[in-house]
């Protein structure tokens, strides 16, 4: 058995035309999850049996913050230490694609900020609606 990690590209549900992304490329630590229609490498994402979400490209995982306005969570990247901001939960709907909660603030899922799809759009966590914004399909890679 070889240990090619599986990786996923994350995409809002019923908008295959859009993924979640690291916003320019990564490069930064605290660089927002954004969704866009253009390929980069930051597209492909593994979910760790601990919990986090780790990005393939940049080495970091995924975090709820609201350390930019105490109103709003955005998701970014960061380096892993295993706090509990960093980690989630994903729960699988086969009709609906999955959702994905924070273990920190267990009533706020992932959400397309506004519903707005348009490219560098953010991700944020609100508390779930139902809404078509909340529900992602996750696309199984092997690279």
Known sequence: MNDVPVVYTISPFLISDFVLDICGGGDY???????TTTPTPCQYFELQTNGNILCQKTGMVLFASNEDDPTRYEVLQCRPNLSARQLWDV???NRKGCTI???????????IEDGQYSDD?????????KSV???FILTQHII
């Not at 630590?29 to 969704?35: A, F, G, H, Y």
């Not at 924070?102 to 009533?107: A, D, G, I, L, N």
């Not at 759009?121 to 609606?129: G, R, W």
């Open 91 to 93: 729960r699988w709907n």
């Open 133 to 135: 914004n909340q529900h």
């Open 29 to 35: 630590e605290r660089s927002p999850l954004v969704i």
């Open 121 to 129: 759009t953010s991700i944020v966590l609100q508390p779930y609606d």
């Open 101 to 111: 909660w924070s273990v920190k603030y267990p009533t706020l899922c992932m959400t």
